[in-house]
């Protein structure tokens, strides 16, 4: 099977963060980056405030019948600190924030090297460990008689351990990747440029199976349930129904994940919207984006792919859909959460009894919250309010839905359906005559 796919959904983990909009060196959010996956330096100090240095994921094997092995593949991004320096007179170079070339805006500023180190047939036998080795350098671009660009990058050091153990009729192995520089590190910084981010694992079977942990079959679920995992979590990668690949992500996912085939690039903004995302960057003025285009090679062929949309590319990302049934198939009837899939349900008509007596839309309640499902329920205590309607959801639980009665907008509420919602034990009924008690408010 091609990896092609798993690389996807591995690069959207892998630049998760990289650059967020506005996509400009000059955002304050843009100056603090890297937030998932990074295995700091064992020894840093407090005040460099780095991440921790370990992950580590446990996952299930079902071998089949011959000597298994898996290949390891060990991702993540190196910082680079890209410096632009402008030429002296007498020939010398002195760091600057940016100088112009050609009419363009060059900038200092922190890029990332993208890293993918392969341990290929493993076996599934034993422990196992390999060192991660990564040098420092540095290289040098002229800019004309401007100046120059320097890239540097610091030496990593990390160690990635294996380890197989027989559960239960299958095999647990456990990845492992400690960050192992060993010497001290004081500054934000540093720690950094000392860190591996990003990091994930891509894990591939051979001659044997991966268990699906969030869905396991009947046989596996007590082993599964045995497995722990460390700032990585594993699930099944690849076309829906393989199993000979494991995803070890930073952010949790659920099996067999991929990048919407709508999405026409990475925007590297948490949990994007493309189409919102888009239409923002083309709100952006031209020496905005000229500051973005500046920023970062990504960040340029963001605001380049947006500005060259057209209204039939803008349109593909609004209101796209897949109507998936409980199995997850492409289905061309009515999708599950329609409410004329089902003639049986009508949340106008539907009831539920509550402390013997039927409750309905229309009928008066008053509110009792313990569940605590958001925070102003505490305000709602003691209020009476409305049914407006009585629903289900797809794990049976009943909801009723009201809008309270000394609420000004609650038949604006009620027009568009924002409507609060309740289980039948938090709601007493009330006599259809009840009224709700005037207080009269402390306005001093």
């Not at 010398?92 to 060059?106: E, I, K, R, Y």
């Not at 402390?355 to 329920?377: C, E, F, I, M, N």
């Not at 639980?397 to 000394?406: F, S």
């Not at 007493?428 to 005037?438: F, G, N, T």
Request: charged share 25%; hydrophobic share 45%; proline share 7%.
């Amino acid at each position: 099977m091609s990896l092609d796919a798993v690389r996807a959904v591995a690069d959207a983990v892998l630049y998760e963060g990289y650059l967020l909009y506005p996509y400009r060196a000059s955002s304050a959010k843009n100056r603090s980056r890297w937030q998932f996956g990074v295995l700091g330096p064992p020894r840093a100090a407090a005040g460099a405030f780095g991440e921790a240095p370990d992950m580590a994921m446990q996952c299930l094997l079902a071998p089949e019948g011959r000597a298994g092995s898996v290949t390891v593949r060990l991702r993540f991004l190196h910082l680079q600190a890209r410096e632009v320096q402008r030429r002296r007179p007498d020939g010398s170079h002195v760091p600057v924030d940016a100088l112009t070339v050609a009419g363009a805006a060059v900038l200092s500023w922190d890029e990332a090297v993208e890293h993918e180190i392969t341990w290929a047939s493993l076996p599934l036998r034993g422990a196992a460990e390999f060192p991660v080795e990564v040098p420092g350098a540095e290289d040098v671009e002229p800019l004309q008689t401007a100046g120059r660009i320097v890239r540097r990058r610091w030496a990593l050091t990390a160690r990635l351990r294996t380890r197989v153990e027989q559960d239960d009729g299958f095999l647990r192995l456990t990845v492992a990747v400690a960050n192992d520089h060993p010497a001290e590190v004081a500054e934000r910084d540093d720690a950094v440029r000392r860190s591996l981010i990003g990091a994930h694992l891509v894990v591939e079977a051979h001659d044997a199976a991966f268990v699906s942990l969030l869905e396991p079959p009947p046989a596996a679920a007590a082993a599964a349930g045995r497995c722990r995992q460390h700032r990585c979590w594993p699930v099944l990668a690849g076309p829906p129904g393989s199993s000979n690949v494991v995803l070890g992500a930073p952010i949790i996912l659920y099996d067999h994940p991929r990048v919407a085939e709508q999405s026409p690039g990475a925007l590297f903004d948490s949990t994007e919207i493309d189409e919102i995302l888009t239409l923002r960057v083309m709100t952006m003025t031209d020496a905005e984006k000229a500051e973005a285009r500046a920023t970062d090679p990504r960040a340029r062929a963001i605001v380049d792919r947006c500005d060259a949309m057209s209204a039939a590319d803008l349109q593909r990302l609004h209101g796209g859909r897949s109507d998936a049934g409980p199995a997850g198939s492409l289905t061309a009837e009515l999708p599950w959460w329609d409410p004329a899939a089902d003639a049986e349900v009508d949340p106008d008509t539907d009831a539920v009894v509550i402390a013997g007596v039927r409750v309905a839309k229309g009928s008066l309640v008053r509110v009792h919250p313990t569940r605590r499902a958001d925070a102003q329920d505490l305000f709602f205590a003691g209020q009476t309010a409305r049914v407006t309607a009585v629903v289900g959801d797809v794990d049976g639980e009943v909801h009723v839905a009201v809008v309270l009665v000394d609420d000004p907008a609650a038949d604006l509420h009620d027009w568009y359906g924002r409507y609060f919602y309740f289980a039948p034990d938090e709601l007493e009924p009330l006599p259809a005559a009840a009224r709700p008690v005037h207080r009269e408010e402390n306005r001093s």
